[in-house]
C-alpha cells in the first residue's frame, strides 16, 4: 500500500502503521511518501490536512486512490461529490481536537474579556525608547486604569453544541458562567443538565449572551451566520468568540461592528480568507488574533496522526464499524 502525504507530520503517530505492515508483510507492502515525490499518484490512501484543499483535479489524478484520511474534524477541504462519484472512503479525526479547541475557546474568551494581549503590548510598546537592562514604567498604574471585565456571572451562548462546545461548556460552568446555546436540534435533559445550559432560539441567544461562542461545522447553510444583522442583535459590551471556521462571519460585517462600537470586541482563531486576513483586524485594540492554532498542541497533533492511522488500519482491515466514516 502506498500512502500519500499532503503534509509533514509527526512520525511518531504512524508507528503502529509502519508495525503493523512489518508484521503482516514481513516488512513489505508500506510504501510512505508526500505529494510530488516519486509515484505519488499510485497511492491507494491520502493523507490530507484540513489546511490543504483536495480538489477533484487531485482526486482524479489519483487512478488508484480508495481513502482519504483527512486529519483534522472538518473536512470541507475535501471535494465530497468528486469521492462519491469514485466512491472513495473519506475518514476524519473528531476526538482528538475537542479538549485543544474547547481550550483555545476558553483561553480566548479570557484574554480578549481580561484584555491580556491588549495590555502586553501596551506594556511592550512604551511612548519613549528604552535601553536594555534600565528600568522603567512603561505604562501608567493605577486603581483605576487598566479596567477589564470578568467572565463570573456573564452568559455565555454557544452556537452549536456539540462535543467541542461541550467541553467548553464544562470550562466555562466551572468559572461559574451561565450556558445558553443554540443547536439545530435540542439537547437530551441529561447532557442540559449536567452543563446547566438552557436551549433558546438564534436571536435570543445572540440577544442575551455577554458571549458568543462559534462552535459548530461549516456547510454551506451557515455561510456568514453572523453578518451586519447579527451583530445588531447583540450587546454593545458582547464578545465573539470564533474557533469553528472562519466563513461564518461576515468579515467585513465584523470589522465595521467592532470599529463603531456595535460589539466590545472579537476573539479569532479562523478567517473568513483565510490565511489572508482583513488589514484592520491587525490595528483594532480590541480585537484577539490566533493563526488558526485550535488543535495546534504537540499532544494534539500527535492524537490526530494516531487516530487517522487508527482510520487506515480499520479500512485494511475492513473493519469499518472502527472508523471515523464522513463518506
Given at each position: 500500500m502506498r500512502i500519500v502525504f499532503t503534509t509533514q507530520l509527526p512520525a511518531e503517530g504512524f508507528r503502529?502503521?509502519?508495525?503493523?505492515?512489518?508484521?503482516?508483510?514481513?516488512?513489505?507492502?508500506?510504501?510512505?511518501?508526500?505529494?510530488?515525490?516519486?509515484n505519488w499518484q499510485e497511492g491507494e490512501v491520502l493523507v490530507s490536512t484540513f489546511d490543504y484543499q483536495v480538489p477533484r483535479a487531485l482526486i482524479d489524478s489519483m487512478p488508484?486512490?480508495?481513502?482519504?484520511?483527512?486529519?483534522?474534524?472538518?473536512?470541507?477541504?475535501?471535494?465530497?461529490?468528486?469521492?462519491?462519484?469514485?466512491?472513495?472512503?473519506?475518514?476524519?479525526?473528531?476526538?482528538?481536537?475537542?479538549?485543544?479547541?474547547?481550550?483555545?475557546?476558553?483561553?480566548?474568551?479570557?484574554?480578549?474579556?481580561?484584555?491580556?494581549?491588549?495590555?502586553?503590548?501596551?506594556?511592550?510598546?512604551?511612548?519613549?525608547?528604552?535601553?536594555?537592562?534600565?528600568?522603567?514604567?512603561?505604562?501608567?498604574?493605577?486603581?483605576?486604569?487598566?479596567?477589564?471585565?470578568?467572565?463570573?456571572?456573564?452568559?455565555?451562548?454557544?452556537?452549536?453544541?456539540?462535543?467541542?462546545?461541550?467541553a467548553l461548556a464544562r470550562r466555562a460552568l466551572a468559572s461559574g458562567m451561565r450556558i445558553i446555546y443554540h443547536n439545530r436540534h435540542r439537547l437530551s435533559d441529561e447532557i442540559e443538565e449536567k452543563y446547566h445550559a438552557g436551549y433558546v432560539d438564534f436571536q435570543t441567544l445572540l440577544q442575551d449572551s455577554d458571549f458568543v461562542s462559534l462552535n459548530l461545522p461549516y456547510t454551506p447553510e451557515v455561510h456568514h451566520l453572523i453578518g451586519k444583522p447579527e451583530f445588531g442583535m447583540m450587546k454593545r459590551s458582547a464578545y465573539l468568540i470564533n474557533t469553528a471556521r472562519g466563513a461564518h462571519v461576515d468579515e467585513a460585517a465584523l470589522v465595521e461592528a467592532l470599529q463603531s462600537g456595535i460589539i466590545a470586541g472579537a476573539a479569532m482563531d479562523v478567517y473568513e480568507h483565510e490565511p489572508a486576513i482583513s488589514s484592520a483586524l491587525l490595528h483594532l485594540p480590541n480585537v484577539v488574533l490566533s493563526p488558526h492554532t485550535g488543535t495546534g498542541t504537540?499532544?494534539?497533533?500527535?492524537?490526530?496522526?494516531?487516530?487517522?492511522?487508527?482510520?487506515?488500519l480499520a479500512y485494511v482491515n475492513n473493519d469499518i464499524n472502527k472508523m471515523n466514516i464522513v463518506l
Open positions: 503502529r502503521l509502519e508495525t503493523y505492515f512489518k508484521h503482516s508483510t514481513n516488512g513489505e507492502g508500506l510504501v510512505m511518501c508526500m505529494i510530488g515525490e516519486e488508484r486512490l480508495q481513502l482519504i484520511a483527512n486529519f483534522g474534524a472538518g473536512y470541507n477541504n475535501i471535494d465530497l461529490a468528486a469521492c462519491q462519484a469514485r466512491g472513495i472512503r473519506v475518514t476524519n479525526t473528531p476526538q482528538p481536537v475537542i479538549e485543544p479547541t474547547a481550550e483555545l475557546a476558553f483561553a480566548l474568551m479570557i484574554d480578549i474579556a481580561r484584555r491580556v494581549s491588549e495590555f502586553d503590548r501596551e506594556m511592550r510598546t512604551p511612548p519613549y525608547p528604552l535601553s536594555e537592562g534600565e528600568r522603567c514604567q512603561p505604562v501608567e498604574f493605577g486603581v483605576m486604569r487598566h479596567l477589564s471585565h470578568s467572565l463570573y456571572g456573564k452568559t455565555l451562548g454557544i452556537i452549536g453544541m456539540g462535543r467541542i462546545g461541550q504537540w499532544e494534539g497533533r500527535i492524537a490526530m496522526c494516531e487516530n487517522v492511522t487508527d482510520n487506515i
